[in-house]
């Protein structure tokens, strides 16, 4: 199938990939002629495993294109993914001016019949919006469709080449004759739905997951206090399949560019329906006050942090991406930075993104793990990356100048701490020093 994806973010980048190497031919469209530029060299604006190695194998075989013309993407396919960005209005409501503008110039550039599928994460309602701004533009005939995607950062391809399931979501049978033709090879779990339901579908999805982290979080704080193991709590509820055992890690609260914002503008959404949803307000109020348990903590080894040195490991939102998008470090920092302690900080890949956001002011950013480390007050791990569990306990003791190790992401285990002299301290764990 001829396929033109708007919008070369996760989502629409690693969906174009896998499209084409499913064998349909692709055209990625981006506004952003640097980023075509990158792109048509073969580099990759993120970091996703995998996905470099795909559009480099795709694009030699001659199915996959990268261009900043949209018109002439639209004319030359059958199939327009639309998967540009919905970020967060400062009110919690998803920015829908991006997703407009597409559909504006899609509706423009129309040369035949067409299907409209948008992948970008969309309130309920916007896909019949779409509809109505594509018809403005043009009287050639089109389906619109809304086909949500589930993928992960830095499982990315994947998620997609692999997904639970795919979600189709129209009112048109030529659409979803078509989508589910074009996604079949990918599994035979294919839901056919109506548009409101699908678009539904994904903030539901995303709600819970929080909701499920937010509620394990919760567990963790009730176990620091009954001496209790949020480890041992979690694997023994997952057990239970209406449980199930993913998104139950306790830690320092979730972040990226999807649980805070599907969040917000799903309690939006509600609200301007009038229905108050009290449970998702929780899990956004336990997420955000979760990642301050790691200052609590260092204020209850350290006392007064003014002149403290303190190390932080890990500045993604979560590990195998340099995503830092509503990554909890940025509250972290910010507040041992207003505290007066001296920040030194290191992640595998996110340094440089952490670093354009976040600024110099109070931090120092590392090279390595161990020049973080040397001579810290104190060390919090904020993202679980894998170099970091690799490092040995009595490595980090002998670096720091006083033994104190907050561990937000749990990932020393009690028999790796039983020779050191350091003051652990996890989450929702017993104290192990
Ligand atoms: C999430 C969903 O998992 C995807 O299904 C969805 O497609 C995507 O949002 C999206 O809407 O685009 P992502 O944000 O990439 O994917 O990352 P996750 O792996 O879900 O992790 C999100 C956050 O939750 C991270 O900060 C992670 O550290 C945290 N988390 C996750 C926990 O604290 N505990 C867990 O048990 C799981």
Redesign the pocket.
């Known amino acids: 199938m001829k396929l033109a994806v708007i919008g070369t973010g ?2 629409g980048l690693v969906s174009g990939v896998c499209f084409s190497e499913l064998g349909n031919d692709v055209i990625c469209v981006d506004h952003l002629k640097e980023k075509v530029a990158l792109l048509n060299k073969g580099e990759v604006p993120i970091y996703e495993p995998g996905l470099k190695e795909l559009i480099a194998s795709n694009k030699s075989e001659g199915r996959l294109q990268f261009t900043t013309d949209l018109p002439e993407a639209v004319r030359q396919s059958d199939i327009i993914i639309i998967a540009v960005g919905t970020p967060s209005l400062p009110s919690g409501k998803a920015n829908l001016s991006y997703i407009e503008q597409a559909a504006r110039e899609i509706g423009l550039a129309m040369n035949g019949f067409k299907i409209i599928a948008t992948k970008s ?1 969309v309130p309920v309602g916007t896909n019949e919006h779409i509809q109505t701004i594509i018809a403005s533009q043009t009287a050639f005939p089109f389906e619109v469709a809304s086909v949500p ?6 499982t990315a391809v994947q ?1 997609t080449l692999h997904p639970d399931r795919i979600v189709i979501g129209t009112s048109g049978e030529t659409a979803r004759k078509y989508l589910t033709e074009l996604h079949r090879p990918l599994t035979e779990h294919i839901m056919s739905t109506d548009i409101r339901s699908a678009e539904m579908i ?1 903030y539901a ?2 709600a819970f ?1 929080a909701a ?2 937010s509620f ?1 979080n919760e567990i963790a704080n009730i176990c620091e206090k009954v001496g209790a193991d949020v480890t041992e709590v979690a694997e023994g509820m997952g057990y239970d399949h209406r449980i199930g055992s ?14 805070p914002k ?1 969040t917000q503008a799903l309690i939006q959404i509600a609200g301007q329906m009038d229905y108050d949803f009290k449970l998702l307000k929780s899990v956004v109020d336990v997420n955000r006050d979760q990642r301050f348990n790691v200052i609590r903590k260092l204020e209850a080894s350290l006392g007064d942090l003014a002149g403290r040195t303190v190390a932080i490991w890990g500045l993604a ?2 590990p195998e ?1 340099d995503d830092v998008r509503d990554a ?1 470090a940025f509250e972290i920092i910010d507040a041992l930075v207003k505290r007066g302690a001296n920040v030194k900080a290191y992640d595998p890949i996110a340094t440089a993104n952490f670093r354009q956001q976040f600024g110099e002011s109070g931090v120092v950013y590392c090279a390595d793990a161990e020049e973080a480390a040397i001579q810290a007050d104190a060390l919090c791990i904020l993202t679980e990356w894998k170099e970091f569990r690799d490092i040995k306990p009595l490595s980090i003791q002998s670096w720091l100048r006083t033994p104190n190790l907050i561990d937000g992401r749990n990932i020393y285990s009690e028999h790796e701490l039983a020779n050191t002299q350091l003051i652990y301290y996890s989450v929702g764990r017993p104290n192990m020093n």
């Open positions: 996760y989502v994460t995607e589930f993928l992960r950062e830095g998620d994904k999805s995303n997951l499920k982290i394990i993913s998104f139950l890690k306790a830690g320092i609260g979730y972040g990226g560019s999807c649980f599907d939102f979560k991406t909890p």
